[in-house]
């Protein structure tokens, strides 16, 4: 199975992966429009980390591991929120840009809570 195949079979690591491209793409525009070191740091952390979290809750040794990491991207989601907010508030970023961007991560947040839920629920039932 090739990795484009994968992707488009797995909805959280396509979208997440995708967005990951586009969080790149503005930490570049930011340093070179705008010399914008720090902010254009936190954001490439934060919204690079929940493509890297779904890829390795599918190698997760547990459950609770996979929850875990999905967790973690969720949290990561949040901050990159706040950091497209700020970006925005700020006039780094235009009002498309931002919200653009913004239904991107609303969408992938509600993916990793419905991914956490559903793992939850199973092994619930276990």
């Known amino acids: 199975m090739t990795e484009k195949t994968s992707?488009?079979?797995?909805?959280?690591r396509e979208k997440t992966f995708q967005f990951a491209v586009r969080i790149v793409k503005l930490n570049q525009h930011l340093i070179n429009k705008h010399k914008e070191f720090t902010l254009s740091k936190q954001i490439l952390k934060s919204g690079t980390n929940p493509g890297a979290m779904a890829r390795e809750a599918a190698f997760a040794e547990s459950g609770?591991?996979?929850?875990?990491?999905?967790s973690i991207g969720r949290k990561e989601n949040g901050e990159t929120q706040y950091w497209l907010e700020?970006?925005?508030a700020?006039?780094?970023i235009s009002?498309?840009?931002?919200?653009?961007?913004?239904s991107d991560s609303v969408e992938i947040g509600r993916l990793l809570t419905s991914?956490?839920?559903?793992?939850?629920?199973?092994?619930a039932s276990i």
């Open 90 to 92: 700020t006039e780094y």
């Open 95 to 102: 009002e498309i840009e931002f919200k653009s961007l913004m």
């Open 7 to 12: 992707l488009k079979n797995d909805p959280l």
């Open 64 to 70: 609770s591991d996979f929850i875990h990491k999905l």
């Open 115 to 123: 991914s956490i839920k559903t793992k939850k629920k199973n092994l």
């Open 86 to 88: 700020l970006l925005y």
